[in-house]
Every structure is written in structure tokens, then in C-alpha cells.
């Protein structure tokens, strides 16, 4: 008696589970939420956020404060990001960012 092994590799090319589906979801942007607009999250696109590691995925640095949704903040959030992507150059990145950072560090004190 012989007995053959026989492997079923229909719908297994690289060792994937085909009744398994892959689904990728649209994040809401949350700073736009706060203003009332319903927009897709940039995501690595975006200044504030915070990219993922070998563990954990990216983040929005924005809920990540943990601070209730307050619609002057938002907006002047988004202004920040609008004038980051509007930038030209490097140097006019830069100083919108040294602009971002000196406001923050005197509304701290």
C-alpha cells in the first residue's frame, strides 16, 4: 500500500488565508472634525502626526493631548498645517515651525 501526500494549495500562493480580506479604513481628521468638516486624516502628510514604529501604528499628536475638542484650537491648528504645506522652501518650513514652537512655549508660561 501506497499513500500519497497530496497539498491543497489552491488560493495559498504566499501562506495567506483567502477567506481573510485586507481592509484599509479611512481615518476622519480630527482637527477638522472640531470645525465641523467631515475630511479624510492626512496622516504622515500632516505635521502633527506622529508615525509608528515596528509596534505600534501612527498617530494623530493632536489626540493624543487628550484635551477636550476646543474650535479656536483646531482652527488655529489647521491654519499652522496649511502654512506648512503652502511652504516654499525649507527656510519658509522652518519659520513657520519656529514660529509654531515660540507661540506654543509663551502660552505655556
Known sequence: MRIRVR???SGRSSG????M???HTTRLCTLEAT???????PEDRCP??????????GRCAF???????DEA?????LEIRERLDSA???????EVRRLFSHLLNESAE
Open 21 to 23: 480580506e485586507t481592509t
Open 63 to 69: 489626540e493624543e493631548l487628550g484635551i477636550t475638542a
Open 16 to 19: 495567506d488565508d483567502p477567506d
Open 48 to 57: 502633527f502626526w506622529e508615525p509608528g514604529g515596528a509596534a505600534l501604528g
Open 35 to 41: 470645525v465641523g468638516k467631515t475630511e479624510s486624516c
Open 7 to 9: 497539498h491543497d494549495d
Open 88 to 94: 516654499r522652501s525649507t527656510a519658509e518650513a522652518d
Open 73 to 77: 484650537l483646531a482652527s488655529w491648528l
